[in-house]
């Protein structure tokens, strides 16, 4: 099966070219590497012009696509699905980077269980806590599980770990998923999600995991290393107030708004203020107490625009973002 790789770049040059280097290394190459730049400048340009022959002395094509119609990752991916022609589509952030057998042991996923329509590599978490895995599931927050990957009502999920066999899943991360081309052809990803598109890659993977069940894959041996680069990421006031107005715009959107759903979305809102103050008044952190303000205003926000939100209507928060 030949793989296209898209990448959406933004002001990423140094990650970006380390990302690069490991796919040139693959065990399995890919047929077409796709770079949607979402970039404020033409360093991303100047790198992938530099690179083009390495890449085509490895029989790979190396594209350059800049997104002039918006910065938006949801945009920029639906952008590059437009321009791809292998059969399994592979995506990747531009902070990545894979171990050699990477794309070789996605490929056996689809070779050994023919159903399956996404399969992603695992990002082997770091510095586990048992009594914070243990608060944050209380409150059905992201938490790990032993060989489970679900969706939780709070628009949040579970990590398998540890994880010791290809299991099914019901979401796939945005950091590194691959889907099979035809799955590509039926979804499209939420453009309503601006910027950073906080949730994007869960809710997308779970539309795909609800209409064809038991058809996503998570596989151990497909390793990768996520830096979380923070160059590239919007951070403070609007982060926090995207993270709760497209949250909750999910939860309706994935849910529904039964009563169940609801108090659990409402309890875990209430857990994530509680453990932020916890933590700011841990520290003693300036910074930590002004993101509980902010936090405090995101839910204020929500309940103002809560008509909007329910009917899909993000037009009063997204036209602050342009």
């Not at 151990?220 to 497209?246: D, N, Q, V």
Request: hydrophobic share 35%; glycine share 6%.
């Amino acid at each position: 099966m030949q793989v296209s790789v898209i990448i959406v770049t933004y002001n990423r040059i140094k990650d970006l070219s380390e990302c690069l280097n490991s796919i040139l290394v693959q065990a399995s190459l890919p047929k077409e590497v796709i770079i949607v730049d979402n970039s404020d400048s033409k360093e991303s340009e100047k790198l992938i012009g530099k690179r083009k022959s390495e890449f085509k002395k490895n029989n790979i094509y190396l594209r350059y696509i800049k997104n002039e119609k918006e910065n938006a990752l949801t945009v920029a991916r639906n952008i590059g699905i437009k321009n791809v022609t292998g059969e399994i589509i592979l995506f990747l952030d531009d902070d990545v980077i894979l171990e050699k057998n990477y794309i070789k042991e996605i490929l056996k996923v689809y070779e050994e269980y023919p159903e399956s329509l996404g399969v992603r590599g695992y990002i082997t978490p770091e510095g586990v806590s048992k009594v914070r895995n243990l608060v944050y599931k209380l409150f059905f927050l992201y938490h790990l599980e032993k060989n489970k990957c679900r969706v939780l009502f709070s628009i949040s999920a579970t990590y398998p770990y540890p994880l010791d066999k290809i299991i099914p899943c019901q979401w796939l991360s945005g950091a590194n998923h691959s889907y099979k081309r035809r799955v590509l052809e039926e979804f499209t990803y939420d453009e309503k999600l601006k910027k950073y598109s906080e949730g994007e890659d869960l809710e997308f993977s779970y539309r795909v995991f609800k209409k064809y069940p038991n058809s996503l894959y998570i596989t151990p041996s497909a390793k990768l290393i996520h830096k979380t680069s923070p160059s590239g990421r919007i951070l403070g006031k609007e982060l926090i107030c995207m993270r709760e107005i497209y949250g909750l715009y999910l939860f309706y959107k994935v849910f529904g708004s039964s009563l169940k759903n609801r108090l659990i979305y409402i309890w875990s809102r209430i857990g994530k203020l509680i453990l932020n103050i916890g933590r700011s008044v841990f520290k003693l952190s300036v910074v930590g107490f002004r993101e509980n303000v902010y936090v405090i205003g995101a839910y204020m926000y929500c309940m103002i625009h809560l008509r909007e939100i329910k009917k899909g209507d993000l037009e009063f928060f997204n036209k602050r973002l342009e």
